[in-house]
């Protein structure tokens, strides 16, 4: 009955986006990008090479989350079809896949949620990409491009452009850094996410536009068992350290909103075989858990000291 109703999904994604603006928005936002699970482990498969290499992985669900001192929600989302399940082959398992979106790709999928976010006006410093696009180039670029400032979780062992020009690994890079360098956040302006963590940065490659540069950011556990994170970075050269580590640090902000979603709303629990249906409650799961956003915030907004911290404004 979702799939078959005739209302426009898409304006009600776009009244969800305005709504969480209106009630959230703040200059020191983020946009965070995600895709959890849906259904088998196979779909996640699908994310780590191009889709013409990747048929018959399954269909990955990819979110836009908004978080910013006031709370946080998803504004946007798009499906992510193998191509050996589109075309109506023998493989396919989803029905109703519009044509022109048979062959989209990962990365044009995400660029349409961030060209909707910032089209629409919403408030963001930085946007936070996850290690799951990790390998997509094409987003970090397309970023860059347009002068916007991200932070991009990746793995230990993969390559980043020194400023010598050569390509090493990450934690080697990371490895010569003297123990010195290392900080962690001061109370009164770390947030707790980042004060749990010791963090440096180094600076790569060369930035093409004045004002601007790209670092290899790095933090290190002081609390449980030692490991260190790896972050791709590129923001205005004024940036400091401890402005890198509250937007690397609220990373998890992503997997906690989809995880209450998940409890509250039913977000990502719907077991989907049509394309129309899977947008139409996804949409309408955004929708009801917005409202909820909305009123703590209200509440917030009441009373400060009811809502714990997730991500504080002052990074100076």
């Known amino acids: ?15 969800v986006r305005t709504y969480v603006a209106d009630r959230l928005g703040s200059r020191h936002g983020l946009l965070l990008i995600g895709a959890p699970e849906f259904g088998s482990s196979r ?12 048929g018959g992985h399954g269909n990955i669900g990819v979110f836009l989350v908004y978080a910013s001192p006031k709370g946080y929600a998803a ?9 050996s399940r589109t075309g109506g082959g023998a493989g396919c398992q989803m029905t109703g896949i519009p044509e022109d979106l048979e062959q989209a790709t990962m990365p044009s999928l995400i660029q349409d949620m961030l060209e909707r976010a910032v089209s629409g006006y919403v408030p963001f410093a930085w946007v936070i990409v996850g290690a799951e696009f990790r390998e997509w180039g094409d987003v970090r670029a397309w970023l860059k491009q347009r002068n916007i400032s991200y932070v991009s979780v990746i793995r230990n062992s993969d390559e980043v452009s020194a400023l010598n020009g050569c390509c090493t690994r990450a934690d080697r890079l990371i490895n010569e850094v003297p123990p010195h360098l290392w900080r962690r956040p001061p109370i009164d302006v770390g947030t707790i996410s980042s004060r749990q963590y010791s963090w440096t940065r180094v600076k790569i490659q060369n930035s093409q536009v004045p004002g601007r540069e790209h670092w290899l950011l790095a933090g290190r556990a002081i609390i449980g068992q030692e490991s260190t994170d790896y972050f791709l970075c590129y923001g205005r050269r004024s940036t400091t350290l401890n402005e890198l580590a509250n937007a690397a640090s609220s990373s998890h902000l992503l997997g906690e909103c989809l995880k209450e979603a998940k409890r ?15 947008y139409a409650h996804t949409t309408l799961s955004m929708l009801g858990f917005a409202g909820l956003a909305g009123a703590k915030a209200r509440m917030l907004d009441e009373d400060p000291a009811l809502s714990p911290q997730t991500y504080e404004e002052n990074s100076d």
């Not at 504004?75 to 191509?83: G, N």
């Open 43 to 54: 779909r996640r498969q699908a994310l780590a090479v191009p889709p013409t290499e990747g």
């Open 1 to 15: 009955m979702l799939g078959l109703t005739a209302w426009d999904i898409d304006g009600v994604r776009d009244d």
């Open 75 to 83: 504004i946007d989302r798009e499906l992510y079809t193998a191509e």
């Open 264 to 278: 509250d709303v039913g977000l990502t629990l719907f077991d989907f075989d049509s394309w129309r249906t899977w």
